[in-house]
């Protein structure tokens, strides 16, 4: 049941709730980034996770106008699930409400507790305090990461409302740029057909520098979010871009921040982003291998990217198990020189607490790996980037999305057994999902069957997600591989 509220100081006070959304409990307004149409974005609680999220709402003034919009609207929706992203707010789940008085779709979003870059800013500046060349690489990093995925899904996804309020910053650093869904909203929702802003935050004087020249053009593409990044980026670096006293940022002024930066490659970096023409503005990928912000990365942060995309394989608090075994004293590496004594390293110089802490910071995201290219496009349904007029002129009917699962494994283990006759192999399989329940499921495996086919199969009953076909794939193969192994050293045939 979901269960909204008045206020923090009312939580006793129901005053809504729908079936649809089970497990919600809506608390208090806030804000999460400009999105048009929205009319209301408040805190919920979901009450089955036991997070807090945000709860946002679309109104429709006609419902006539609604209920032809519904297909459209639904494919919106279910197309913003499947981005997904370390470093973007993830959209949850969403569902449709119709009373005789109104008509309006509700969406679940992740919610972004330590606030906006803006904010952040805005009290680093009141403390009299400078940004950290490090910490300011770091997120440029972050956001470029995402930018090179929404911008490398095929079709490009644009962003459209990039600026310091909708990029947001967690306690541990970690960026994630919200309102990624702010274009797709202006596309498809008619402007009058729902209460509050469908444009787009160029309205607000005080974030129109955001936004390049040729935005709201015929023409426009990624570059605009390339615009918008150099002037949030420009933002970081000096903390504010001085108005002059005007509610409108000025191109001096722009150029004057530009200019104030003692870095020649921080400097160069910013003005490349903010050319006046969009084909003379560099890509995102092209951004991550500029010279401000290239770095080799160390064996360290390779290794444990290995790591998190293999958690699958390996048991549960591995790392924490292997570091105890370790002899603290014992010779983990050593660097010899000829001319000189040589390094040693011990166990005893690397913290494990350390360890997690770094491991759990490169699952978040805060490290992501951008010195390799990705090997194909994300694929995103076409739907994502339909234009409004194109939308329009969508005339084939879209069937009900089929059932999925969206849930990834984190572990796998199995149990295989085989009969005397060596016929067939009972396979138990124990799946830890990342929502930490688990799941387990037996059949009987024959000689034909290919541990490919037994992973597609899953797939098609929704039991494990298509992007973990082929791991699960190549763990049971090796699985097999290993029993037939123990099988015919043992002396029985398979």
């Not at 935050?201 to 990044?229: C, K, T, V, W």
């Not at 040693?344 to 390799?372: A, R, T, W």
Request: glycine share 4%; proline share 4%; aromatic share 8%.
């Amino acid at each position: 049941m979901v269960r909204r509220e008045l206020s923090k100081h009312q939580k006793d006070h129901i005053v809504e709730s729908y079936k649809s959304g089970e497990g919600h409990e809506r608390i208090s307004k806030i804000s999460q980034g400009n999105v048009p149409g929205v009319e209301s974005a408040s805190l919920a609680m979901d009450t089955e996770e036991g997070v807090e999220v945000v709860w946002n709402e679309v109104l429709f003034c006609d419902r006539k106008v609604f209920k032809a919009q519904e297909e459209k609207i639904k494919v919106m929706f279910e197309n913003l699930m499947q981005v997904e992203h370390p470093n973007i707010v993830k959209f949850h789940k969403y569902w449709l409400d119709m009373k005789e008085s109104r008509a309006r779709v509700i969406f679940i979003t992740e919610y972004m507790s330590s606030g906006s870059l803006k904010q952040f800013l805005k009290k680093t500046k009141k403390n009299h305090k400078t940004m950290n060349v490090k910490a300011w690489k770091r997120w440029c990093t972050q956001i470029l990461s995402a930018l090179s995925y929404l911008h490398s899904c095929e079709p490009p996804i644009i962003h459209g409302n990039l600026t310091c309020d909708t990029i947001f910053i967690q306690h541990n650093g970690l960026i994630k740029i919200g309102s990624v869904w702010h274009r797709l909203f202006v596309n498809v929702f008619p402007e009058a057909s729902v209460h509050g802003k469908v444009r787009p935050s160029r309205e607000e004087q005080r974030n129109l520098h955001f936004f390049s020249p040729e935005y709201g053009s015929a023409e426009d593409d990624y570059a605009i979010d390339i615009f918008s990044f150099g002037i949030c980026a420009l933002e970081m670096a000096v903390l504010e871009i001085q108005a002059n006293g005007d509610a409108v940022v000025s191109k001096e002024a722009i150029t004057n921040a530009g200019q104030s930066l003692e870095d020649p490659l921080m400097r160069e970096f910013t003005q490349s982003c903010v050319r006046h023409e969009p084909k003379q503005r560099p890509t995102a990928h092209d951004l991550l291998f500029h010279r401000v912000l290239f770095e080799v990365h160390s064996l360290k942060l390779l290794a444990a990217h290995c790591l998190i995309s293999n958690q699958y394989l390996l048991p549960e608090n591995c790392v924490e198990e292997k570091t105890k075994s370790f002899d603290p004293n014992g010779l983990m590496a050593e660097i010899r020189h000829g001319d000189r004594p040589g390094v040693q390293l011990k166990y005893s110089h690397v913290s494990p607490l350390e360890l997690d802490k770094f491991l759990e910071d490169v699952k978040n995201g805060i490290y992501p790996l951008m010195n390799f290219a990705s090997s194909r496009p994300h694929p995103v349904p076409r739907a994502l980037s339909l234009s409004h007029e194109q939308v329009e002129t969508a005339k084939s009917p879209t069937p009900e999305p089929q059932e999925t699962e969206s849930r990834k494994v984190i572990q796998m283990h199995c149990n295989l057994e085989s009969n005397e006759e060596g016929t067939k192999t009972h396979l138990i399989l124990f799946l830890k999902m990342d929502d930490k329940l688990h799941r387990q499921l037996s059949c009987d495996i024959f000689p034909t069957d290919s541990s490919k086919d037994l992973a597609n199969e899953l797939v098609h009953y929704a039991f494990i997600s298509e992007e973990d076909c082929e791991k699960l794939a190549g763990f049971l193969e090796d699985a097999l591989t290993r029993h037939k192994g123990k099988a015919l050293s043992s002396g029985t045939t398979q």
